[in-house]
């Protein structure tokens, strides 16, 4: 089992940043793909940005050049700095971990463990 907890989240205006923190604990060697997703109200949940076990990172159109995602190997926990926020980027943002290899896709079905969430509400 992996336990992951999410910080970071709170309010902020358009144009400003945030940096969210994902910390992970127990079976973590068995990961191979970290990920931060996000859910508004009656939306899909959607992938936002992922990271290879190597250090590879993936992004969604929407974030690209905007949110770049991190981890620290030693500390066990993943990042995500969101610069030049946008209204649209309102939602519960999670953190989550996948098991198996076969890349760092955005499909969450896949992803196996799950945190709680943190809010981010951005305010023009």
């Known amino acids: 089992q992996v336990q992951l907890v999410e910080s970071g989240g709170g309010s902020v205006q358009a144009g400003g940043s945030r940096r969210l923190s994902c910390a992970a604990s127990?079976?973590?060697?068995?990961?191979?793909?970290m990920a931060w997703f996000r859910q508004t109200p009656g939306k899909q949940r959607e992938g936002v940005a992922s990271i290879t076990v190597d250090g590879r990172p993936a992004y969604a159109d929407s974030v690209k050049g905007r949110f770049t995602i991190s981890q620290d190997v030693t500390k066990s926990t993943l990042y995500l700095e969101m610069n030049s926020l946008k209204s649209d980027d309102t939602a519960i943002y999670y953190c989550a971990a996948k098991r198996s290899s076969g890349g760092c896709v955005f499909v969450p079905a896949w992803y196996n463990y799950w945190g709680q969430g943190t809010q981010v509400t951005v305010s023009s």
């Open positions: 127990g079976a973590t060697y068995n990961t191979r793909c």
